[in-house]
T-cell receptor, first 114, second 113 residues
């Protein structure tokens, strides 16, 4: 089983709909992240969380919200999806105790907004 | 805004050829990571370089961190089809209160048999 699990893996939705992407991890890491990947743009950080009570905006947080329900769970919501939010979304974790901020990624959630 | 420029963006070569991917910035990083991503999967860490001038080898892959810790390179010797994928560099600013890495745009490598 994957250490970082994302659901759903694929989702097609319509403009204006609310969408939630979920992420759970079994690595025991304290830090969790949501990234968005678009061709030619690399990975851009949406939100990150250092622990259950700590949520921080990344570089492209507009139009998104997150919830850290437990140390192992971090969900990303699009309150009213729009077509330019069509992208591949990745959840990642890292361990504060590690010497460097190495990231462990889930397999991705491909979202298409029509 | 800190930027990490990766080049080339696309590379298509024949099996057995050598190649180098570059990752450049005007910013200093405390460490730099290289990831490889295959279709339908998330990026997987290949290596982390920490010290200026550091060279790390992973089989046919050689990673180097610039002396000033602003740039890095990935060299693949005798590329094989299994090396095909998206290569991403990511710089760590070392700022504990931001918690984020800066990613390059990625290099898509295709190795033809």
């Amino acid at each position: 089983d994957a250490d970082v699990t994302q659901t759903p893996r694929n989702r097609i939705t319509k403009t204006g709909k609310r969408i939630m992407l979920e992420c759970s991890q079994t690595k025991g890491h304290d830090r969790m992240y949501w990234y968005r990947q678009d061709p030619g743009l690399g990975l851009r950080l949406i939100y990150y969380s250092f622990d259950v009570k700590d949520i921080n905006k990344g570089e492209i947080s507009d139009g998104y919200s997150v919830s850290r329900q437990a140390q192992a769970k971090f969900s990303l919501s699009l309150e009213s999806a729009i077509p330019n939010q069509t992208a591949l979304y990745f959840c990642a974790t890292s361990d504060t105790r590690g010497a460097t901020r190495e990231l462990f990624f889930g397999e991705g959630s491909r979202l298409t907004v029509l | 805004t800190q930027l990490l420029e990766q080049s080339p963006q696309f590379l298509s070569i024949q099996e057995g050829e050598n190649l180098t991917v570059y990752c450049n910035s005007s910013s200093v990083f405390s460490s730099l990571q290289w990831y490889r991503q295959e279709p339908g999967e998330g990026p997987v860490l290949l290596v982390t370089v920490v010290t200026g001038g550091e060279v790390k080898k992973l089989k046919r892959l050689t990673f180097q961190f610039g002396d000033a810790r602003k740039d890095s390179s990935l060299h693949i010797t005798a590329a094989q089809p299994g090396d095909t994928g998206l290569y991403l560099c990511a710089g760590d600013t070392g700022s504990s209160n931001t918690g984020k890495l800066i990613f390059g745009q990625g290099t898509t490598l295709q190795v033809k048999p």
